[in-house]
């Protein structure tokens, strides 16, 4: 008797997506997939319909199909090599048993058309004041050293980065912020990305778990989902991260994930009493925490709390940080402080990998650091954020026809405006999005079938021209108050 055939069952393609519906394009083609692979009607090795098939049969963007198709990839759900994509022979019912929040993410960020004109438009969050960088200095500091390294510099460079650099680096973080290291432990990458896919390779295993905040920064969360680490969410109040002793005994993380100088995208400083049970817990339970400084640099107001990794001597801290805010993001230069335990493994590792990025662009930064006008240009943007943060405060006020909350003031380049439910936070990034205003909804930073539900936008204030403000949140205004109506 032969065996009987098996044929793809491609429902999820026979009906149209909802353009009316509360969840995305992606979050529906995303979500009509996995659950044709949990019910069976997609088998392990079934090939899936190549990406313009998807969008002609459903009329939606390619961009769309790609980016479920990577997300559903980076949780195990598929394979996709270059004869197309596949279902993996990962079985749903052999997972470990976690919370239903479990690798759950806000798949509508990838909706937001971020292009080079949305970059450059109000409200941007991310983009420094891309008009006060010292172009000349910069010039002459890249002179000094491709003048300096002569033909050596053409050679490749050391997979954890210039020494030089990483000299620079360690002497600045610890007048700044109070992290405690040596050269020998930082190492420099190309950004946030792969600073993590550097520290994680060696450190952790496919099926590892990692906490994040809710809500949180949710570019981040793609490398842990690549490496195969279950991504859980850890709600977030006004001080921050605060796990209970029956989440640390019944989920205990190998990584913990952190933004606790300006937690994004709340604006919650985590108070120095969390951090230090956080890292007597993670010394406890064996987990590394991965301290992402996020608006660090720049702080407006309320006490200046040390870093995490500062804290402890023996912190399982690994300190990560970037460029892209304290000078400018083509800059392409992130870096991590490993902590002196995990320092040699994680090094060992990077031999495996490419050589070291940019060399003259980390000797340039070396020249524009030990010269001193690094310091000068971060302390003249310092005073220029602060002047911002206050104008568009006090545009919000004047402008705003209610008295929203407005979280985030002590520190970074943006703050969030907290907005009632009644207000949809996504419809109004697209309906200001038609008048050159570009912010960020909140509620997409919130994982799915969690307590969590933020509602508003988080407003970028760094690249915008202040005397603007009140134009554009007078525009936003009238936008909330026909939701209102």
């Known amino acids: 008797m032969k ?6 069952d491609f429902d999820f393609l026979n009906s149209p997506l909802s353009r009316e519906s509360g969840d995305s394009l992606q979050q529906q083609l995303y979500y009509r997939i996995k659950n044709a692979i949990n019910e069976g009607k997609l088998k392990p090795g079934d090939k899936l319909p190549g990406t313009r098939k998807v969008c002609e049969t459903l009329n939606i963007g390619r961009n769309t199909v790609i980016i479920v198709y990577e997300l559903l990839a980076a949780e195990g759900f598929v394979i996709s090599d270059n004869t197309g994509t596949r279902i993996s022979a990962m ?9 239903a929040a479990v690798n759950k993410s806000a798949i509508s960020m990838g909706s937001i058309d971020i292009t080079q004109q949305v970059i450059n438009s109000a409200f941007f969050p991310g983009i420094p004041a891309l008009n006060i960088f010292p172009h000349n200095e910069w010039r002459r500091a890249e002179d000094r050293a491709s003048r300096k390294a002569g033909s050596t510099i053409l050679n490749y460079g050391l997979p954890d980065g210039e020494p030089a650099l990483k000299q620079a680096v360690a002497s600045f973080l610890a007048t700044s912020r109070g992290v405690n290291c040596m050269p020998e432990q930082v190492i420099l990458s190309s950004g946030l990305h792969k600073t993590l896919q550097m520290c994680l390779r060696p450190i952790t295993q496919k099926g ?42 019944k989920y205990p993380p190998r990584i913990i994930y952190l933004t606790p100088s300006n937690q994004y995208p709340s604006g919650a400083v985590l108070s120095l009493e969390r951090r230090v049970s956080l890292v007597e817990n993670a010394i406890k339970h064996n987990a590394i925490i991965i301290e992402d400084d996020y608006g660090g640099e720049f702080h407006h107001a309320g006490p200046h709390i040390i870093s995490m990794q500062g804290i402890n001597s023996q912190a399982p801290v690994i300190y990560i940080g970037s460029f892209s ?7 392409r230069i992130g870096f991590a402080v490993l902590p002196p335990s995990l320092s040699p493994e994680i090094k060992a590792s990077l031999l495996t990998l490419p050589h070291g990025g940019n060399r003259l ?3 340039t930064l070396t020249e524009f650091i030990e010269s001193g006008r690094f310091i000068r240009h971060l302390n003249k943007m310092g005073k220029a954020y602060q002047q911002k943060r206050d104008k568009l405060i006090k545009a919000l006020k004047k402008c705003l026809h209610c008295s929203y909350e407005i979280s985030g003031q002590h520190g970074s380049t943006q703050l969030t405006l907290n907005l009632p439910a009644e207000i949809n936070d996504k419809l109004l990034v697209e309906q200001a999005q038609q008048h050159g205003i570009n912010m960020l909804p909140l509620s997409l930073f919130c994982a799915p079938g969690t307590a969590i539900k933020a509602n508003g936008v988080i407003i970028g204030y760094a690249n915008t021209p202040s005397d603007l403000y009140e134009m554009y949140i007078e525009k936003i205004n009238q936008i909330i108050e026909s939701q209102r109506k």
Not at 221 to 242: H, Y
């Open 325 to 331: 805010q304290m000078m400018f993001p083509a800059l």
């Open 3 to 8: 065996p009987s055939m098996h044929f793809p």
């Open 361 to 363: 662009t980390q000797l």
């Open 91 to 99: 079985s749903p019912e052999s997972a470990p048993v976690l919370p």
């Open 208 to 249: 590892d778990l990692v906490w994040v905040e809710n809500p949180g920064y949710e570019f981040a969360k793609s490398p842990f989902r690549n490496a195969g680490l279950n991504v859980l969410p850890i709600d977030v109040d006004r001080d921050g991260i605060n796990p209970s002793l029956e989440m640390w005994q």
